[in-house]
């Protein structure tokens, strides 16, 4: 079955450095990759979408790559803020039905100003 | 806004009292989704719908039932709650996927469900 997997450790980082998140995932060819983040006690948020087919995609300071070849998906925040501190989960098209996504457990990313 | 809500933010019940959590949207999109999600882990999917159409994932225990009565209304509810089912649980909504699937998921905040 298909796996993901996000580090699992705490992320802490300067304000002002590029932030880079990890998305790896095994067993599994999906055509596109999804960004969230999640507040403590809040839902999660989308933020980008990138298709098998697309190298890159950008917004605003994010920045998402896919390699389909290494199975990876790197997510990176540049010129990061305290406001950017959150835990942000990958999400993949679940090989069970393509209505549906399974997440990986997330990377806590905290910003140090 | 175009919104996911979910009510109440927190509810306590006790142990085996049978509860009902609420979910709407205003969104207007056909599929509804919850989930699980305990401390440190990923959200779980429990079910979705597509319009009327359940989905039962197969891990979701018995103890746990949805209803979809109309598109804007989703009701999660747990027969029998045990100590394990404490968790935050997370509705949420997407258009039916075109192009092989790639609409995100718009979430509500969660019901946070203390068992007693």
């Known amino acids: 079955s298909q796996k993901i997997e996000q580090n699992s450790e705490a992320l802490n980082i300067q304000e002002g450095k590029t932030a880079t998140l990890t998305c790896n995932y095994t067993n599994y060819s999906p055509a596109y990759l999804q960004w969230y983040r999640q507040d403590p006690g809040r839902g999660p948020v989308f933020l980008l979408l990138?298709?098998?087919?697309?190298k890159e995609k950008r917004k605003e300071r994010l920045k998402v790559t896919f390699d389909t070849t290494l199975k990876q998906s790197l997510f990176h925040i540049t010129a990061s803020q305290p406001a950017d501190s959150a835990t942000y989960l990958c999400?993949?098209?679940?090989?069970?039905?393509?209505?549906?996504?399974?997440f990986g457990t997330g990377t806590k990313l905290q910003v140090i100003p | 806004d175009a919104m996911v809500i979910q009510n109440p933010r927190y509810q306590v019940t006790q142990f085996g009292k049978p509860v009902t959590l609420s979910c709407s949207q205003t969104l207007n999109h056909n599929v509804m989704y919850w989930y699980q999600q305990k401390s440190s882990q990923a959200p779980k999917l429990l079910f979705h719908y597509y319009d009327k159409d359940f989905n039962n994932e197969a891990d979701t225990p018995d103890n746990f039932q949805s209803r979809r009565p109309n598109t804007s209304f989703c009701f999660l509810d747990i027969r029998s709650p045990g100590l394990g089912d404490a968790a935050m649980y997370l509705c949420a909504t997407s258009r039916y996927p075109t192009g092989g699937g790639n609409q995100p998921q718009h979430f509500g905040d969660g019901t946070r469900l203390s068992i007693l």
């Open positions: 990138i298709r098998e087919n697309e």
């Open positions: 999400a993949l098209p679940d090989s069970g039905g393509y209505q549906k996504v399974t």
